[in-house]
Nanobody, 129 residues
Framework: QAQLEESGGGLVQAGDSLRLSCVGP????????KGWFRQAPEKEREFVAA????????YYADSVKDRFTISRDNAVNTVYLQMNSLKPEDTAVYYC??????????????????????WGQGTQVTVSS
């Protein structure tokens, strides 16, 4: 079964930066759209950012826009989430997800949890005040 593996989480102070990485699914590149979601304690999982398979479009939640940047390197089958100016409210488990993309489906599509077929185990990000 295809898997995703996240890394890069940790404990930082407010205002610091972190970069998350996610490798997969599989060992070779395929045309997957990829997204980052997060889940804080006692809250529902929420959309953070997503990027189309070729990097042509990226989408962000309003809460992270202008602070977070999603990017990808298809040569190494990896997607990144650069997180700057971190806030305590960014504390959550961050999950990487992938959806095999066959055609463009509109921006709203990529923000929806249910469209993603593959998920990682998550990486903890904790931001202290």
């Amino acid at each position: 079964q295809a898997q995703l593996e996240e890394s890069g989480g940790g404990l930082v102070q407010a205002g610091d930066s972190l970069r998350l990485s996610c490798v997969g699914p599989g060992r070779t590149f395929s045309s997957y759209a990829k997204g980052w979601f997060r889940q804080a304690p006692e809250k529902e999982r929420e959309f953070v950012a997503a990027i189309r398979w070729d990097g042509s479009n990226a989408y962000y939640a309003d809460s992270v826009k202008d602070r977070f940047t999603i990017s990808r390197d298809n040569a190494v089958n990896t997607v990144y989430l650069q997180m700057n100016s971190l806030k305590p409210e960014d504390t959550a488990v961050y999950y990487c997800a992938a959806d095999r993309e066959t055609y463009y489906r509109g921006s709203a599509y990529y923000t929806q949890i249910l469209v993603y077929d593959y998920w990682g185990q998550g990486t903890q990000v904790t931001v202290s005040s």
